[in-house]
């Protein structure tokens, strides 16, 4: 009688989870609204769990089929989920020689952090020496413009709207604020004389949670999501900037894990997702102590080249601060003299 249980069991579940796998990775591909509560977990926690369950079946019925299904799901788990992308590129780049003499590149260090209204977050990220600094739930205009002096000196540019601000070197050339917003707006011209337009983004909350199986609160989760995906819309916009002269960075917030539809305006809009392009180690930023989801992001226009991406711990209770590098595109060679 138990071998012929183990036998049904050593059929059935394989067959079941195979079911599961193909449904979950058709919603996962499509991204639609009704399905969010489930493309919202992450691709990792999925196969972890059909993994665990295959490897239970495996132990207590045997067969190929468990171990198959084991297989499949270990591979997934390390080929599309970008937690284990970022530890193999961590791995890889650990054992990789950087040639000495090779060539610095114009780098531009982009810094988002999450203050909840305290400095020591804020002190945190500077010393990441960031050239742009994009903070939410910003502390006060005077801890502000202390960090910025010692970051850029005379040079400085703080802009602060409600609990966003964006710092930065160089000059303000126009501004989009509104205390009530989601976002704040800021074109920089640098120094050097290249344009950067820099939104700060904390849209409101899209994350799994326990209870979100619940009809109510499913409910609530794609009202989120239409809204954060007009938010984005609204703010910024699908189309792309090409000018050598203009780059684009969106940071901040975006309360939805990578791979929901929220993002999908910036996809089409032709923005690099800084982490998952170049990331390293483990990006995800949410909750600060044992983060599970990325909630924090920054985003990059195409003639912004991605060198670096990294999460770094916040001293305060907000959550993981992110650091990416990037190469600045080349300067616009001087039309010839007649």
Same mark, same amino acid.
């Given at each position: 009688?138990?071998?012929?249980?183990?036998?049904?069991?050593?059929?059935?579940?394989?067959?079941?989870?195979?079911?599961?796998?193909?449904a979950v990775a058709i919603c996962l591909l499509n991204r639609w609204d009704a399905m969010v509560a489930v493309t919202l977990i992450p691709v990792w926690l999925w196969c972890a769990a059909g993994a665990t369950i295959s490897l239970l079946c495996w132990m207590i019925c045997r067969g190929v089929a468990p171990g198959v299904m084991f297989c499949l799901f270990l591979i997934t788990g390390i080929g599309f989920s970008e937690e284990a992308v970022g530890i193999v590129r961590?791995?890889?780049?650990?054992?990789?020689?950087?040639?000495?003499d090779s060539p610095a590149p114009s780098v531009l260090r982009v810094v988002n952090v999450r203050c909840e209204g305290?400095?020591?977050?804020?002190?945190?990220?500077?010393?990441?020496?960031?050239?742009?600094?994009?903070?939410?739930?910003a502390p006060s205009r005077e801890i502000l413009d202390a960090v910025a002096d010692q970051l850029y000196g005379v040079q400085r540019t703080v802009t602060l709207s409600g609990t966003h601000a964006i710092l930065g070197r160089g000059e303000v050339v126009a501004? %989009?604020?509104?205390?009530?917003?989601?976002a704040l707006h800021v074109r920089l011209r640098r120094p050097d004389g290249l344009i950067l337009d820099v939104s700060n983004l904390d849209l409101p909350?899209?994350?799994?949670? %326990?209870?979100?199986?619940?009809?109510?609160v499913w409910k609530q989760l794609i009202d989120a999501r239409i809204e954060n995906r007009r938010l984005v819309r609204t703010h910024l916009g699908e189309h792309p900037l090409d000018r050598k002269s203009v780059v684009r960075i969106i940071g901040g917030g975006f309360g939805t894990p990578p791979g929901d539809d929220v993002f999908r305006p910036l996809e089409n809009s032709g923005m690099v997702d800084t982490y998952a392009a170049?990331?390293?180690?483990?990006g995800n930023t949410y909750p600060a102590d044992y983060p599970?989801?990325?909630?924090?992001?920054?985003?990059?226009?195409p003639n912004l080249h991605p060198i670096k991406a990294t999460t770094r711990l916040n001293s305060g209770p907000g959550n993981r601060i992110v650091v990416c590098e990037l190469k600045l595109p080349a300067p616009a060679k001087p039309a010839p003299a007649n």
């Open positions: 009688m138990w071998r012929k249980t183990q036998k049904t069991f050593a059929t059935v579940v394989p067959v079941m989870l195979a079911m599961a796998y193909v961590e791995l890889y780049q650990s054992f990789q020689k950087q040639p000495a305290e400095e020591a977050p804020l002190r945190k990220a500077a010393e990441s020496a960031p050239d742009i600094l994009i903070v939410q739930q501004s %989009i604020a509104d205390p009530s917003s989601p909350g899209c994350a799994p949670r %326990i209870d979100m199986w619940k009809p109510s170049v990331g390293i180690g483990w599970m989801l990325r909630l924090d992001q920054i985003w990059v226009s």
